[in-house]
DNA sequence: CTCCTTATTGAAAACGGTTTTCATTTAACC
DNA sequence: GGTTAAATGAAAACCGTTTTCAATAAGGAG
């Protein structure tokens, strides 16, 4: 399980282990899609119904400081909040559902190397996303 | 000069040019890096003293709409604006001086056109963004 | 040029998401 | 079980943005 991996990761810089914290881990570890720290609070709370929504922010940053979330960016807000992938990979996501999954980039560096280069610019990161509609989104629309 | 062709599209929509827009409406056209609402209020306040931040957010709305400036996403914030490039084009961003240029990306459709079929999804919009060190900035650090 | 109409303006208030403050709770260690 | 400091939630503060509203001025008509 993802959230437990989570929590031994916590535990290992040093953080408690409390109940609000779990609900929070829970909620974001499984979720297919980013949610943002209000998405958060309401989903964690019909596990923990104490949860104050200052403790899903809290939360949220030192997941993040921990790179086992990363913040993702989207037409509707930039606050969401997502599983981040292991290695180097870049976000494909539903516009329907907001369902998100992960592809890797390998091919792309040269390219992005070559753009600076024509720019005079050194090139050392580099944000990619794409948009879509899904299998099952695309289903229900037709 | 840009401003003009802006104030000309305005106009040409039945919008009023006034002082607060043509000041406004000069500070974004000529800067190089994308400017926040109130740096925008800042810079156009020294040719226009008068001038409210409230007509600044409502004049950055309008000249979105008409597709003459972009919001860009940084790490710092997602909320400044940059006069927009003519054709689909992306953003390559010096993470020091903010300075931001333009690139063409024609070649990447059909990449990302695969990379949706492996994850059955139907891609059709795309985000890229590069970020690096302008040659300017890049000589000043060595 | 002068008059009218109404879009536009800036000040102030309202708003909503996020952060800070602080007294209370509780996890972790002995 | 007792101790101690980290963590919590409620409430207040904060801050960027939006709404409200009375005053102003752009632009068309005469
Ligand atoms: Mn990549
Ligand atoms: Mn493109
Ligand atoms: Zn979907
Ligand atoms: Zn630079």
Redesign the pocket.
């Known amino acids: 399980m993802k959230s437990d991996t989570w929590l031994k990761e916590l ?1 290992k810089q040093g ?7 779990r609900a929070v881990v829970e909620t974001v570890a499984q979720s297919p899609r980013a949610l ?3 998405d958060v609070y309401n989903l964690s709370k019909e596990h ?1 119904p ?6 899903v ?3 949220l940053e030192k997941l993040e400081e921990l790179h086992l979330v990363q913040r993702v960016h989207q037409e509707e807000g930039c ?1 969401a909040y997502l599983s981040e992938a292991e290695g180097h990979q870049h976000l494909l996501i539903c516009t329907e559902c907001k369902k998100a999954v992960y592809f890797e980039g390998d091919d792309l560096g040269d390219f992005f190397g070559e753009v600076g280069k024509a720019h005079n610019f050194v090139v050392n990161e580099h944000w990619l996303q794409l948009f879509g509609i899904c299998k099952d989104c695309k289903r229900i629309c037709d």
């Open positions: 535990r953080y408690r282990l409390t109940e609000a914290r943002s720290p209000t923990y104490a949860l104050g929504l200052v403790t922010y809290r939360t606050n």
